[in-house]
């Protein structure tokens, strides 16, 4: 049975534990032991006080399914499947199955809303708000072999770009996220994806224990979150090997200058926000970081297809943040598009 009751914020099922794989002048492997302790610490501290997340641990600990159960796959090019093995697809079984469904059922309804996706689990179809199939249908052409590569994903949510890397082959891959109920999902799916993956639980600065280790490095809808972009960016920098590879997905603004809306409060609906930057500003950043190569390789309006509303993703989206009359957000702000950058160390 894969463990349904992990205490920790970075294992995997097979116990695999890249540093203990790797020489240690690749990182600063205390400093990073000591992120694990304060992530499970704090892990611990919200499943107590977090009503969601005790809900969820709850029922992840109920679900009790044998690692064999599953099949992994990617359904139609766009959706993380996992389906019911042949082995218990025979009519003796049937009670078995019903019973998994139901748990599972629970359980995925708990992790509402779904930010990223599409998922099919069983028979359960999970669209997300995002559709992240749209992303890295613009990403995987970038990307090169990853073959052998050791890859990072930061704010890599509930993994689902981790999953679509685990097709070819790479030889680690590191997801690097901070809410903690998205590890549940990473917790059922990757047992049954045969490659190294892990999870850490701590910020995307945490990058900067990191030297000269990483082949790429998904910087995905996360820099302008970021208070200090440039020193993000500068620490990616560090970690990458020498012709090394950062894919940047980021909000942004048109504009001829090399410029930085800086919002008061909200932008398009989303708190947290500290930069949006033109698109000149965004290779400046990342010309500022020391990368070499920049090159936009897609810009375009953000829109309700890509971000929406869902019965999985209850709650406002983009569209209920759009001034359409005025041609702006509801704050007043100019339009949000997206820009994909690649650049090399």
């Known amino acids: 049975m894969f463990n349904t009751g992990k205490n920790s914020t970075n294992s995997t099922s097979s116990g695999f534990d890249y540093l203990s794989e790797y020489p240690q002048k690749y990182f600063d492997k205390d400093a990073i032991l000591e992120e694990r302790i304060k992530a499970r610490k704090l892990f611990e501290k919200l499943k107590v006080e977090n009503p969601l997340i005790a809900k969820?641990?709850?029922?992840?600990?109920k679900l009790n399914i044998v690692d064999d159960f599953f099949n992994f796959s990617i359904n139609n090019d766009t959706s993380i499947s996992l389906t019911v093995s042949d082995k218990y697809k025979s009519i003796d079984q049937r009670n078995t199955v019903e019973q998994v469904e139901e748990r599972i059922g629970a359980f995925l309804r708990s992790l509402c809303p779904w930010k990223k996706g599409p998922f099919t689990i069983m028979d359960t179809f999970i669209d997300a708000e995002w559709r992240s199939d749209i992303k890295w249908n613009r990403i995987k052409d970038k990307l090169g072999n990853i073959e052998g590569k050791k890859i990072a994903d930061l704010g890599c949510n509930n993994g689902y770009f981790m999953y679509r890397l685990a097709e070819f082959n790479p030889k680690l891959l590191l997801g690097v996220e901070t809410y903690p109920r998205y590890r549940y999902v990473f917790d059922l799916i990757s047992p049954h994806i045969k490659a190294n993956m892990q999870w850490e639980m701590f910020s995307a600065e945490c990058i900067r224990y990191y030297h000269s280790f990483f082949d790429?490095?998904?910087?995905?809808?996360?820099?302008?979150?970021?208070?200090?972009?440039v020193s993000l960016l500068h620490s990616i920098h560090n970690s990458l090997v020498k012709g090394g590879k950062i894919i940047v997905e980021s909000l942004g603004i048109i504009s001829d200058e090399s410029?930085?809306?800086?919002?008061?409060?909200?932008?398009?609906?989303?708190?947290?926000?500290?930069?949006v930057p033109s698109l000149k500003c965004l290779k400046s950043w990342l010309k500022r970081a020391d990368f070499k190569n920049i090159e936009c390789f897609y810009s375009g309006k953000l829109s309700s297809e890509e971000q929406r509303s869902t019965k999985w993703a209850n709650i406002k989206s983009f569209s209920d943040f759009i001034d359409s009359r005025n041609n702006k957000t509801v704050e007043g702000y100019p339009l949000p598009y997206r820009f994909y950058l690649v650049a090399t160390k």
């Not at 969820?56 to 600990?61: G, S």
């Not at 790429?216 to 972009?229: E, F, K, N, S």
């Not at 919002?263 to 930069?275: K, M, V």
Request: proline residues 5%.
């Open 259 to 275: 410029i930085a809306l800086c919002p008061e409060g909200r932008y398009n609906g989303c708190s947290g926000i500290w930069f």
């Open 56 to 61: 969820t641990e709850q029922l992840y600990k």
């Open 216 to 229: 790429t490095v998904l910087c995905m809808g996360l820099i302008y979150h970021m208070r200090d972009p």
